[in-house]
């Protein structure tokens, strides 16, 4: 349904989007996750049509954004970063506006917008100006315009920002809901609504695309190193050299506890091997004394954390 | 069709959903009836020659105010976005955005009709001369919206595009006065047909020359093709 074929966008000689290529299929939602100016509202963007390429090509439900836009812009919803409301006008002509620009049929816009504010629980803002509303509406609104003409495609770009827990919840089944039979894009930085609602994950940072691949899949590939993190006394030089003594540890980091002192806060990165904590917990035990010892699967923010911190190194 | 139809009935939605539209007219009709009566009761001439030649002036000054949100008030709001985002092709929204504000001055227009009441009910006016001055009035104000439009499109401050706008259909108003200073009959020739104010009066006297409605008509399109290219080329 997406489908972005190495994509490359310049702002003059700047290059924002580094050769991106993906794709999310009907039935889908992908989520594509990045920190703040990793280039996903500017991916978006080209998606939507908002802005083109300078290289490669992207399409959506078959048009090529290029050349088809038209057609494209038909089967698409999109919410931007920032939701694109006319302040003066009251929700219900807003609204009626964007199914009158989509090609909503006249008789079924009625129907069409009753079935969006129901969805995005706004019936009892339908008669307000859309200046009036709080930030949560206004986020709701917009998702509601996007959900009008029931798209092929749905981009939204952080769609539960601004939203309390509740209506979080509620827009991430309304989502949830829609990508039973669709192809969703949703990009945000919230990690926790990624593992809930997406079925794949792009992770994109500094304009390149760094992985993708199911929420689990990113999870089993990182779980060949887990990390096990101590907090000891005793002379550090001596316990790095006596870790990495152990079979099964790649790597030690020793720096003095945050909190109190003395103290060693020590983490290393280890292969995934069963009981491979005792053996540490025993080899510092013996010599020095040990106060704590935890040993992480990774979570997915540590994968997406691992993986922007590496592009951070080699870029 | 349909998409350049929602443009600008969402278009007209906005002018009277927010003060300006209102501010607008309100000058516009204060200012009108005071040239009428001044120069109707004063000077005591049945004829609105005088009125028209003041509105037209008056135009001028107010359009900016008209057509400074057009623009950059989607900028600002980040509703261009929207517009750009939604299956509406550059032109569908610069035309329905310009018949949107074609509406208000027409209605504006329509509203001055109250001063040829007592005008016919006391007086003897020439009926085709008053039509004509009217049509001349709205094709001027056509060529101004359109300018003022494009400078709208051009900033996303609307406070900038008022001000580029001013000057420029004043320019296009005064350029006129020019003439006396040229030698070269071609430079007076064109500095004439440049007139807003001259091709106005001949309107203003009942005259309706084709060329003077190609005119504006020709300012109109090509203020409006500037927008569309603008627009298509900012993607």
């Keep these: ?29 992908v989520g594509f ?61 807003y609204l009626r506006f964007v199914a009158k620009v989509k090609g909503v049929p006249r008789a079924s816009i009625a129907s069409d917008l009753d079935r969006v504010i129901h969805a995005c629980k ?97 999870q089993r590939a990182s779980e060949q190193t887990n990390q096990v993190s101590l907090l000891a006394t005793g002379p550090s030089d001596a316990i790095r050299e006596a870790l990495l003594a152990v079979d099964g540890v790649q ?38 004394s040990l106060h704590r010892l935890e040993r992480q699967q990774p979570t997915l923010e540590n994968i997406f954390l691992r993986y922007i911190s590496e592009n951070r190194e080699t870029a | 069709m349909n998409g350049m139809l929602a443009v600008y009935q969402k278009e007209l939605a906005t002018y009277f959903r927010s003060p300006i539209a209102y501010f607008v007219i309100a000058v516009f009709l204060l200012g009108t009836g005071y040239f009428f009566v001044y120069n109707i009761f004063l000077t005591g001439i049945g004829t609105m020659d005088q009125t028209l030649q003041n509105m037209g002036i008056l135009l001028v000054t107010l359009i900016p105010v008209l057509t400074m949100r057009l623009f950059s008030g989607e900028y600002t709001g980040r509703t261009m976005e929207l517009l750009g985002t939604l299956p509406l092709r550059p032109w569908q929204v610069v035309l329905g955005k310009y018949l949107g504000a074609v509406t208000m001055l027409v209605l504006m227009t329509a509203a001055t009709g109250i001063n040829l009441i007592p005008l016919f009910l006391y007086g003897n006016p020439e009926t085709t001369t008053i039509f004509s001055g009217y049509l001349g009035f709205l094709l001027l104000g056509m060529a101004c919206l359109a300018i003022g439009q494009f400078f709208s499109a051009l900033t996303q401050n609307q406070i900038v595009a008022a001000l580029i706008t001013v000057p420029v259909l004043l320019g296009f108003w005064f350029v006129g006065h020019l003439q006396s200073f040229q ?16 091709q106005f009066g001949d309107f203003i006297r009942g005259l309706i020359r084709s060329e003077a409605v190609f005119f504006y008509l020709i300012v109109s399109a090509i203020a409006l093709t500037l927008n569309t290219s603008y627009l298509q080329w900012r993607r």
């Design chain 1, 1 to 29: 349904m997406i489908a972005l074929e190495s994509v490359s966008k310049r702002y003059g000689s700047k290059t924002i989007i580094h050769d991106v290529s993906f794709s999310v299929e009907k039935g889908e939602i």
């Design chain 1, 33 to 93: 996750l990045g920190p703040n100016g990793a280039g996903k509202t500017t991916t978006m963007r080209m998606i939507a049509g908002f802005t083109t390429a300078s290289s490669g090509r992207v399409s959506v439900a078959g048009c090529d954004m290029a050349t088809q836009n038209d057609q494209a812009a038909r089967k698409i919803g999109y919410l931007p970063e920032h939701p694109p409301l006319y302040d003066v006008l009251d929700v219900s002509a």
């Design chain 1, 122 to 218: 706004l019936e009892a803002v339908v008669k307000r100006e859309i200046y009036k509303l709080s930030k949560g509406y206004r986020q709701r609104v917009g998702l509601a315009q996007a959900l009008l003409g029931k798209p092929e495609v749905l981009l939204l770009d952080e769609p539960t920002a601004g939203l309390d827990p509740g209506q979080i919840h509620e827009t991430r089944e309304v989502i949830r809901a829609f990508g039973v039979d669709h192809a969703v894009l949703l990009s945000t930085h919230i990690l926790p609504e990624v593992t809930l609602i997406c079925r794949r994950v792009a992770i994109i940072n500094h304009g390149r695309l760094l992985a993708i691949d199911s929420p689990a899949g990113l």
């Design chain 1, 251 to 288: 790597s030690v980091n020793v720096a003095p506890s945050a909190g109190a002192n003395q103290l060693l806060s020590i983490e290393c990165q280890v292969e995934n091997r069963d009981g491979i904590e005792s053996v540490i917990a025993r080899v510092v035990a013996a010599r020095w």
């Design chain 2, 183 to 198: 030698g070269s009959e071609f430079l007076r020739a064109l500095l004439g047909y440049l007139s807003f104010s001259i």
